[in-house]
């Protein structure tokens, strides 16, 4: 079972941009998909931006479609996701996560490995 690491969170105005980045260990990072979620305070968890084992594909949510990507380098067992113009409503704590799953790779139920998470707020 993979382990993962995020880190890059902060504090930043509207506007900015930040990088996440997760790292993977203990398993073969190829033989999962990956995929960002997100959690606000009082809030379900919610599905941001996805990838397929080899790159080839990405599957987004719906909130953040042409604002946030994403990219993995298996060869480094990393994925990270590029936020662009945040906005106060991104302010979440974001996770990564892994599962060898085939379907529902939307649903936080899909995943097995999850990281610690990062917080990212984003002040107006």
């Known amino acids: 079972q993979v382990q993962l690491v995020e880190s890059g969170g902060g504090s930043v105005q509207a506007g900015d941009s930040l990088r996440l980045s997760c790292a993977g260990s203990g398993g073969t990072f190829s033989n999962y998909a990956v995929a960002w979620f997100r959690q606000a305070p009082g809030k379900e968890r919610e599905f941001v931006l996805g990838?397929?084992?080899?790159?080839?594909?990405?599957f987004y949510g719906d909130s953040v479609l042409g604002q946030f990507t994403i990219s993995r380098d298996n060869a480094k067992n990393t994925v990270s996701l590029q936020m662009n113009n945040l906005k106060p409503e991104d302010t979440a704590v974001y996770y990564c996560?892994?599962?060898?799953?085939?379907?529902?790779?939307?649903?936080?139920?899909?995943?097995?490995?999850w990281g610690q998470g990062t917080q990212v707020t984003v002040s107006s």
């Open positions: 990838s397929s084992r080899t790159g080839g594909s990405t």
């Open positions: 996560a892994a599962t060898e799953r085939k379907a529902n790779l939307n649903k936080p139920s899909a995943y097995d490995a």
